[in-house]
């Protein structure tokens, strides 16, 4: 049977709904893992552009001066140009330029001006480029899966202990009413004592009774209040903010006879955990190819094309073009060992990864079993309970018949309401256990794996605009 994705519906509980609709936008901790997600995504992007060459303008001014030495290199191989050119001559012009650089005398200041476009590309002869993007998206799926398993387990949080608060809270109403009764059976056994009619035993153990189920009172209002401050909480609210939303009882959401659960052999495509350990374990395949190519050369093409000259007005004339072009070749000779440790932690990387995914799966299916478990024995426990609470109903209307009738005292009468007071309290957490068993029964399945998350970029966007204060 296919499960709804809000499958806290199937409670018809408004506050409940009410409630889980609101956890998406205000949940804290889903709020994180939506920022995190968008880290991983921005990661991504970064190791996609290794794949493409990068374009960069440069501009450049460098004021100098050339040695004699370097002075005279390049004028004598200008001329060696202009003689090869010339027959043999060196021409007037060259001839003062080698006297005076021989001299060192009158060597010029240059102003050197450049603009330019240069580009890099790494050629992925051996994938690391690859290797390191598969890396980075296998990483942005295990952090969606972790954003999803984040959400499923605080829905399940807020189902759960909103039955545990409902539950609570028709165990208070049930106890109040108790105390009431059993203090009239303390009067009663007072009076009965000062009539001699009862032991001081009797007086005694009706007012222990009473002290006992007071205490209870105390703390199940304790617990009330707590459960309150820990709904309020996974909303991101300040304590006792919903306490008004919440006082009333509404009483434990009714478990429906037929609950649609979906097929537990589909848990491996329903369990976020299951697939972002999958996922981890393909990002340690990627990063071992990518630390095993680190120790292949690594070959870059460079390449820019500009302009070059020693005057800025003359900076983008067509005669002052300039370019490069070509390879350039990086081979790891000796790295202390480096390359072979890092190799190493990544092969051990995948071997932790390998062993968490097979934890992970035998986890899931411990946990759907001992939910299934639990929910199943849950369901005989509660028939066991509504079958007292209907025999103590009886027993009950049975004294009242006997008092009618002069058979029997109003004491008995007390007795009897006070035993089917304490059967319903069991019944009522029967109740809110097995609401509890199902929360966690969902939660064990993979919780609402039919529907679509909200876009996290959506979400992120949304947090960011939150948090910037405004003009």
Request: no cysteine; glycine share 8%.
């Amino acid at each position: 049977m296919k499960a709804d994705s809000h499958w806290w519906q199937i409670f018809h509980d408004p506050e409940l709904t009410s409630l889980e609709d609101r956890l998406v936008n205000q949940n804290l901790s889903f709020r994180l893992a939506t920022a995190n997600l968008a880290q991983s995504r921005a990661q991504l992007i970064m190791a996609g552009a290794e794949r493409f060459p990068a374009l960069s303008a440069t501009g450049s001014y460098q004021r100098s001066q050339y040695s004699t030495k370097q002075l005279q290199e390049i004028i004598g191989h200008v001329a060696g140009g202009i003689a090869k050119s010339e027959g043999g001559s060196i021409g007037s012009t060259v001839g003062p330029m080698l006297q005076d650089a021989a001299g060192g005398a009158n060597i010029p200041l240059l102003n050197q001006w450049r603009s330019a476009i240069d580009a890099t590309y790494e050629i992925d002869l051996w994938g690391r480029v690859a290797h390191q993007y598969d890396a980075a998206k296998a990483d942005l799926q295990a952090t969606d899966e972790e954003r999803r398993s984040v959400l499923i387990a605080q829905q399940a949080d807020m189902a759960h202990g909103y039955m545990s608060l409902r539950g609570d809270q028709q165990r208070l109403k049930i106890l109040r009413d108790n105390i009431k009764v059993l203090t009239q059976i303390a009067t009663i056994a007072q009076d009965r004592y000062r009539g001699g009619l009862v032991t001081e035993l009797d007086v005694d153990s009706a007012q222990a009774r009473l002290h006992d189920t007071q205490g209870q009172e105390a703390q199940l209002e304790q617990a009330v209040a707590q459960e309150e401050n820990a709904l309020a909480l996974l909303l991101g609210a300040p304590p006792e903010s919903l306490n008004a939303e919440l006082e009333k009882n509404a009483g434990v959401p009714v478990v429906p006879p037929i609950v649609p659960v979906g097929i537990p052999s589909e848990l491996a495509h329903r369990r976020p955990d299951i697939r972002e350990a999958e996922a981890r374990l393909r990002g340690a395949v990627a990063e071992v190819g990518e630390a095993t190519a680190d120790f292949y050369p690594k070959v870059t093409i460079n390449a820019d094309f500009g302009f070059q000259t020693l005057s800025f007005r003359d900076l983008g004339f067509w005669n002052a073009r300039a370019w490069n072009v070509g390879p350039s070749i990086s081979l790891p000779i000796f790295q202390g060992g480096r390359l072979y440790g890092q190799l190493e932690l990544k092969k051990y990387a995948q071997k932790a990864a390998a062993i968490s995914y097979q934890q992970t799966v035998i986890k899931a299916w411990h946990d759907v079993d001992n939910a299934l478990i639990a929910y199943r024995d849950e369901q005989l426990h509660r028939q066991g309970l509504q079958n007292a609470v209907n025999d103590n109903s009886k027993a009950l209307m049975l004294a009242q018949s006997q008092y009618r009738s002069g058979l029997t005292n109003y004491l008995n009468v007390l007795n009897a309401q006070a035993q089917l007071q304490s059967a319903q309290l069991d019944l009522a957490n029967s109740d809110a256990t097995l609401a509890t068993n199902l929360t966690r029964l969902y939660n064990a399945l993979g919780g609402g794996w039919e529907d679509a998350l909200p876009d996290s970029r959506d979400v992120a966007k949304a947090q960011l605009a939150s948090a910037t204060p405004g003009p």
